[in-house]
């Protein structure tokens, strides 16, 4: 093939050479009609990081907000700068629930507007509503000066601000998905999750360290200008991302295999195909979101035995800053595995390893919990999280994103993660009721315990699902799936001329 293409005088850059799939087929074929494609390392990088480095922003402003408006650890800027309107309001209570319905809402539309529209005006609609909505926050006030007031505008701006935190996933996930096509055979795995999981876990840590050094410059004397200093350091992340975003391409993938120009998708026909794989992405990302509020349970512990309940903001801020730095290897080196390994191996790895430790820490949590075993018992808490973003951390965004055909891959991740935002919303309902009613009370062991044996039970449900059900996910999924989705449609009557954007256009 590579010789054909030569001997029509085209020209393919040299970093391309072993790359292969229908994505390089494309290429080839654009050079047919007198294209010469030379893209160099950069040009095929940084699609990649415009695409996917937004979900900063979800871990930042996330974290950011938790430690402004409700946190399950116990000390935050609004109980502090407000403490009694706080306690008296309905904002406690609404923060939490109202982020959920924005970042849901947020997948549901901008999965269907990425493959409808485009990728690249998803993730500019996407970037706008962080920016403004982030400025918003920053600048909250309520009427003629109300605190009862500012907590609604807070609230309300932050439900936009989960639309546009939702938007990212399906838009930004899936555009970087398809870039990595691009990308040297072997590495696109490790630019894909290096740009996405790796950015949440940097916001994550970001969104812990910038309060802290709010807190310290302004004391606790002056909190309505820290939180208000920490909300307005997040609209510098979308906003840098602005202009790469505006010169930005849709993807080769996208080009050839969207379904455009009026043409109605085949709904009968994706569901009978996609319909078994979907739920069992959407179940995996659910029971993953779901445990996660167990896995914050022995947070809490290690800073109530080290810090008390009488510790000054920024302490709390200072270790919640170092205890977020264990997701940082894990969600390194899981790049690399998943290119060595397959994303399939490395998700069943990461599952299978992070059970055995969390059935470990639950059976050993008494003896682990004592104040002069408290730093063995944080080393033991950092391998269990690093071993969390190492494996379904890192992989659930490739799972979700490379096993659909890109004509509905927007709708397709945007669905499973909505159904996967929901698991999270349970887990913080249910795992309370578990804790209130474990034997000994919400204060005894088994409040700790049980939530930890019923998500260590699900990392390894989570392994069998994987091993059974999932498809494997190498380098050239992307474009096998969708080669396989035109035969799939052609062998049932439906035109496939009606797919791809138009030349004119």
């Known amino acids: 093939m590579a010789t054909s293409l030569e001997s029509q005088g085209k020209e393919i850059a040299k970093d391309d050479i072993g790359m292969v799939g229908a994505s390089d087929t494309v290429r080839m074929q654009s050079a047919a009609e007198g294209t010469t494609v030379t893209k160099g390392r950069w040009e095929r990088t940084w699609p990649v990081l415009a695409a996917g480095a937004g979900l900063f922003s979800d871990g930042y402003l996330n974290n950011v907000c938790n430690w402004i408006g409700q946190h399950n650890a116990g000390n935050h800027l609004s109980a502090a700068s407000y403490p009694k309107e706080y306690a008296n309001s309905a904002a406690q209570q609404n923060v939490s629930s109202i982020t959920f319905a924005g970042t849901v809402l947020g997948m549901l539309i901008f999965g269907y507007c990425s493959d409808y529209f485009s990728r690249k005006n998803a993730l500019l609609a996407s970037t706008g509503i962080l920016i403004v909505t982030a400025t918003l926050c920053t600048?909250?006030?309520?009427?003629?000066?109300?605190?009862?007031?500012?907590?609604?505008?807070?609230?309300?701006?932050?439900?936009?601000?989960?639309?546009?935190?939702?938007?990212?996933?399906?838009?930004?996930?899936?555009?970087?998905?398809?870039?990595?096509?691009?990308?040297?055979?072997?590495?696109?795995?490790?630019?894909?999750?290096?740009?996405?999981?790796?950015?949440?876990?940097?916001?994550?840590?970001?969104?812990?360290?910038?309060?802290?050094?709010?807190?310290?410059?302004?004391?606790?004397?002056?909190?309505?200008?820290?939180?208000?200093?920490?909300?307005?350091?997040?609209?510098?992340?979308?906003?840098?991302?602005?202009?790469?975003?505006?010169?930005?391409?849709?993807?080769?993938?996208?080009?050839?295999?969207?379904?455009?120009?009026?043409?109605?998708?085949?709904?009968?026909?994706?569901?009978?195909?996609?319909?078994?794989?979907?739920?069992?992405?959407?179940?995996?990302?659910?029971?993953?979101?779901?445990?996660?509020?167990?896995?914050?349970?022995?947070?809490?512990?290690?800073l109530t035995v080290i810090l008390g309940d009488s510790a000054p903001l920024w302490k709390s801020f200072g270790w919640n800053t170092v205890i977020n730095l264990f997701y940082i290897p894990g969600a390194i080196l899981g790049a690399f595995l998943s290119d060595m390994v397959g994303a399939r191996r490395a998700l069943v790895l990461g599952l299978g390893a992070q059970a055995i430790v969390g059935f470990i820490m639950a059976g050993c949590y008494v003896p682990l919990a004592q104040p002069q075993h408290i730093a063995g018992f944080a080393v033991v808490y950092g391998i269990f999280l690093s071993l969390g973003e190492l494996g379904p951390g890192d992989n659930i965004g490739i799972v979700a994103s490379k096993t659909s055909a890109t004509a509905i891959r927007g709708r397709y991740y945007g669905l499973a993660g909505a159904l996967g935002k929901t698991g999270a919303f349970v887990g913080s309902y249910v795992f309370p009721i578990m804790e209130r009613n474990a034997p000994g009370g919400p204060s005894g062991d088994r409040a700790a315990q049980d939530p930890f044996w019923v998500a260590s039970s699900l990392c390894v449900f989570s392994c069998v699902l994987v091993w059974f059900c999932l498809p494997e996910i190498g380098q050239t999924t992307i474009a096998d799936e969708d080669m396989a989705f035109r035969s799939y449609l052609e062998e049932n009557g439906w035109d496939t001329r009606q797919m791809g954007i138009a030349a004119d256009e």
């Open 139 to 302: 600048g909250a006030y309520g009427y003629q000066g109300s605190i009862s007031g500012l907590f609604v505008a807070l609230t309300v701006y932050r439900f936009f601000l989960g639309v546009g935190i939702g938007g990212e996933y399906p838009a930004g996930s899936v555009a970087a998905a398809e870039a990595t096509g691009e990308l040297k055979h072997g590495h696109r795995h490790r630019w894909f999750i290096l740009f996405t999981n790796v950015q949440i876990d940097l916001g994550f840590v970001i969104g812990a360290f910038v309060p802290f050094v709010c807190v310290c410059i302004c004391s606790e004397r002056h909190l309505r200008l820290a939180w208000r200093l920490a909300l307005g350091f997040g609209v510098l992340p979308p906003l840098s991302l602005l202009y790469l975003r505006t010169k930005l391409q849709e993807p080769e993938e996208y080009k050839y295999q969207t379904i455009k120009g009026g043409a109605s998708v085949p709904w009968s026909l994706v569901v009978k195909r996609y319909w078994k794989r979907w739920l069992v992405v959407s179940s995996l990302w659910f029971m993953y979101n779901f445990s996660s509020y167990a896995f914050a349970i022995y947070s809490s512990t290690i």
